[in-house]
C-alpha cells in the first residue's frame, strides 16, 4: 500500500515531539512493507549536508536517502519544499508579533502549498494520507485531500486548531471571540477526516467540546508505550548521597523551567542537582536565576542519543509545564528508560504518571506542593 505523510518539519528540521512520533510511525510503516513518502516544508535555502546541496529554487523537491544508506531510515523519497511566505515556519519566531500575525494569514490561504501538493499527490496517487501538524505547510491540505477523494487520518497534537499558538497556558482557558472565530473557521477547513488520532484522551475530549470532526472515527492512540513496571517499588539512587533531576525540553517560560529553577533556589536540602537539557528563548533568562545555584547544571541542546545518556544517569526527570500539554515524549522516553517523573497534574499527563508507582503529580505552578515532593525525596537519600 502507497502511504503518504504530511508534517510541517521533518529531521534534521525538527522542533519536538511530533516529529519524533512521525519517525517512528514511518518506521512501522516501512517494516510493514508500505510504500511511504513524506511532503514537508523547508527554510528557503537548505543548510543541512544531510538532505543534499542549497538550492535557491522555491519548491524544489529533495530525494532522501534509501533506508539503510542514509543517517537513519528513511522513506525513499520525500518532498521538501518552501511554501511561499514571509519566512519559513522553522525560523517563524525571529518574527516579531504582528509579522507572525501576517505570516498566519497567509499561511491559512497559502495557494502555493496547495497546488504544489496537490500536483505530488496527482502523481504519487497514494492510498491513504496521514497528516500531523499542518502550520506551516497550509491549512487548506484537509479539504485538497477530500476534493482528490483519498483517505485521510488527522493526527492532532496540540490546541492549535482552536488556539493559533497552539499553547493553552493555565489560568487562560476563556476564549475571545477572535479565538472563537479562528476555531469555527477550522472546524471548516478540517472537516470529518475518515479517522482523527489523539495522543491523549484529553486532547478528544478537548476537540470534542469545541464541536471538531463529527463525522469522524476519533480514538486514543499513544504516541508511544506506556510501561508497566512499578518504577518506585523498592526506588534506588544512582548515587548514595545525591538525587539527580533531569529537566529535557524547552527553555521557554510556558514548559515550566523557570517556575522550577525558582522552586529549587528555595529547597533547603542541598543534596541533589538539576541537569537542563535544552535550548529556548528564556535561556539567558534561566541562567541568570540559577546564577548562584551552583546545583542546577544547564547542557544546552542535546541529540537524542545523548539524552538517552543523561536518562541512565538521572534519578528522576521533572516536568513542570505551566501550559496544558497533550502527551509530553519526554515522559514516555523517562518512563522507557526506567526513570520515574515528576510533572504538573494538567492536560494528558495524569494519563501517563500514576502516582505512587511510576512518578509524582503536583498542581501547576504550585510551589509548595512541588516543594514537599522534592523535600520528601532528598530527605530519602
Known sequence: MKICLINNLYPPFNRGGAERVLENQIK????????????????????SPKIGPASPNRGEEVPSAKAGEGYREEPKQ????????????????????ILRAIWRVFDT?????????????????????????????????????????????????????????????LD??????LIKIWARFNRWLYSSPDEVHFPSKWLMD???????????????????????????????LKSPDQITFLYVGQIESHKGILFL????????I????LWVAGAGSTLSQAKELAKN???????????????????????????????????PTVIFESLAAGVPVIATNIGGIPELVRVGENGYLFKPSDKKELLDILEKLTKST
Open 28 to 47: 512501522e510503516l516501512l517494516a510493514q512493507g508500505h510504500d511511504v513518502f513524506v511532503i514537508t516544508s523547508r527554510p528557503l535555502r537548505l543548510s
Open 78 to 97: 520525500i518532498y521538501r519544499f518552501y511554501p511561499l511566505n514571509l519566512i519559513s515556519y522553522y525560523h517563524l519566531s525571529k518574527l516579531p508579533a
Open 109 to 169: 490561504f497559502n495557494l502555493h502549498s496547495y497546488f504544489k501538493i496537490k500536483k505530488i499527490l496527482r502523481a504519487e496517487k497514494p492510498d491513504i494520507v496521514y497528516i500531523h501538524n499542518l502550520t506551516g505547510i497550509g491549512l487548506l491540505m484537509p479539504r485538497l485531500i477530500e476534493k482528490l477523494k483519498i483517505k485521510y487520518i488527522q493526527t492532532m497534537h496540540d490546541v492549535v486548531a482552536v488556539r493559533p499558538s497552539g499553547l493553552l497556558m
Open 172 to 177: 487562560q482557558e476563556p476564549e475571545n471571540i
Open 206 to 236: 478537548y476537540y470534542s467540546t469545541h464541536n471538531f470532526f463529527p463525522n469522524s472515527k476519533k480514538e486514543v492512540a499513544r504516541n508511544f508505550p506506556v510501561p508497566t513496571v512499578d518504577l518506585l517499588f523498592n526506588k534506588k
Open 261 to 268: 529553577i525558582k522552586t529549587l533556589n528555595e529547597l533547603r
Open 270 to 273: 542541598k543534596n541533589y542537582e
Open 293 to 327: 545555584n551552583p546545583r542546577i547544571k544547564f547542557l544546552g541542546y542535546q541529540p537524542p542519543e545523548k539524552i538517552q545518556e543523561y536518562f541512565q544517569q538521572a534519578d528522576y526527570t521533572i516536568v513542570p509545564s505551566l501550559c496544558y500539554e497533550n502527551s
